[in-house]
């Protein structure tokens, strides 16, 4: 039975649930109930509404009490220590993949939307750990596995846009502008796919794909901070 697995999940993020629906119906997507109608719990979008909250709240607080840095910058760290690549590469730590309820269609998809249904995911567990807990066991969680990676992201700056913090490491280091070329497209009119490529005069630095050009741009320029070690 399902409901005997998620005491694995349970073992590793040191939460035991006193209401064991409530971590079943943050681990149910809403696919898995087109395919299984009699399942007897919701889908998790009411419980990552709740989460995405209290996740905002721990973080603003420690924030707020640990740095005295102007609210812009401390917004742009909660950004990046919130987004949904952030919070789907968070979850691999507990496996949370394994957990999830997803419809076949959905389990066979493990691109980019998968990432945003691992973070929602998340989102949606600190919402259950809230009701069945309360804020000092959700906070602990989001001290465990989301706050540790704070001093990361200011370390490597990564709360900044990489095509901005490229641009800026190309001018300071070697004296150039990078330049964004389209290197190849493909896919319908409305699902087109772009890998562009971005150079520093005629050296290619990096490369990456996407659904627009700004994202593919964006990946280029993460990959290239990546290859030149900056």
Known sequence: MFEDKISGLEAKIGITFRNKDLLLQA???RSYLNENTKWHLDQ?????????????LVVTEYLYNNY??????????????????????????????????LSRGEARDTGRARQYILANAIEALIGAIYLDQGYEPSKQFISRFVLKELPTIIEKRLYRDPKSLFQEYAQDKVGITPIYEVLDEWGLDHARNFKIGVFLEKEMAGSGQGPSKQEAQQEAAKDA??????
């Open 27 to 29: 681990l149910t997507h």
């Open 44 to 56: 998790n979008e009411r419980l990552e509404f709740l989460g995405d909250a209290v996740l905002e």
């Open 68 to 101: 005295p840095n102007p609210e812009g910058e401390m917004t742009n760290w909660r950004a990046a220590l919130v987004n949904a690549v952030m919070l789907s590469r968070i979850s691999n730590e507990f496996d949370l993949n394994d957990f999830v309820l």
């Open 225 to 230: 901070l990546q290859k030149k070690g900056w």
